[in-house]
């Protein structure tokens, strides 16, 4: 079935450091993956997304790969600041023709000053 | 430009009771997806409504319903509350484009405790 799932469960940086955290799918159909940020007691907070005609995109301190031979997804955060510590879910949509989602578990990112 | 809106923030109900949570989208968009987030894990997607009908639906039991009102506004009723069912409950809204999929924007959430 349909599954999107995280490589690790958590991540400890400096700030300053660059972070990347990976993300693995399973359903190669998809063609359209989210990263969305959730701090605590908050919603989730749209990052950036890639469709899979693109092999990689940039935002702001931000970029996101995507590698569709092995169905895998990163998210790559420069210069990583306290600010940036939350969980963080890679997603995919429920099926092509709306915009609901399938998260997975989500990765724990803290910073340290 | 008013985001996402939820209500209430927290709510405490009693196994068995009923309970109905509120949802008005972001300004323009016309589907609402709601989600349900146990501690600890990724949100679960619940259903979708577009139209003032449910469109998508995931892997919940029938206790889960919805609606949608013609201003695009929502609400999520549980009824038969156990207490595997507390949770935050997350509201998405998004605009639909046929054929393709768009971002979609997340409330703060309700949280929910069953006692």
């Known amino acids: 079935g349909e599954s999107v799932g995280l490589h690790l469960p958590t991540l400890s940086v400096q700030e300053g450091d660059n972070s990347i955290i990976n993300c693995a799918y399973s359903?190669?159909?998809?063609?359209?993956f989210i990263w969305y940020k959730q701090e605590s007691g908050k919603g989730p907070q749209f990052i950036i997304d890639?469709?899979?005609?693109?092999d990689k995109r940039q935002g702001q301190r931000v970029t996101v790969l995507l590698n569709k031979t092995v169905k895998h997804l990163s998210l790559q955060i420069a210069a990583t600041q306290p600010g940036d510590s939350a969980v963080y879910f890679c997603?995919?949509?429920?099926?092509?023709?709306?915009?609901?989602?399938?998260f997975g578990k989500g990765t724990t990112l803290s910073v340290s000053s | 430009d008013a985001g996402v809106t939820q209500s209430p923030t927290h709510l405490i109900k009693t196994r068995g009771q009923q309970v109905t949570l509120r949802c008005s989208p972001k300004?323009?968009?016309?589907?609402v997806s709601w989600y349900q987030q146990a501690l600890g894990q990724g949100p679960q997607f619940i259903f979708q409504?577009?139209?003032?009908?449910?469109?998508q639906r995931g892997n919940f039991p029938d206790r889960f319903s919805g609606h949608q009102f013609p201003n695009y506004s929502s609400e999520l009723n549980v009824n038969a509350l156990l207490l595997g069912d507390s949770a935050l409950y997350l509201c998405?809204?998004?605009?639909?484009?046929?054929?393709?999929?768009?971002?979609?924007?997340f409330g703060q959430g309700t949280r929910l405790t069953v006692v």
């Open positions: 359903n190669s159909a998809s063609d359209y």
């Open positions: 409504y577009y139209e003032e009908e449910e469109r």
């Open positions: 300004s323009g968009h016309d589907t």
């Open positions: 890639i469709r899979s005609n693109m």
């Open positions: 998405a809204s998004s605009l639909f484009r046929a054929g393709t999929n768009t971002e979609a924007f």
């Open positions: 997603a995919e949509p429920h099926n092509q023709a709306g915009t609901a989602l399938i």
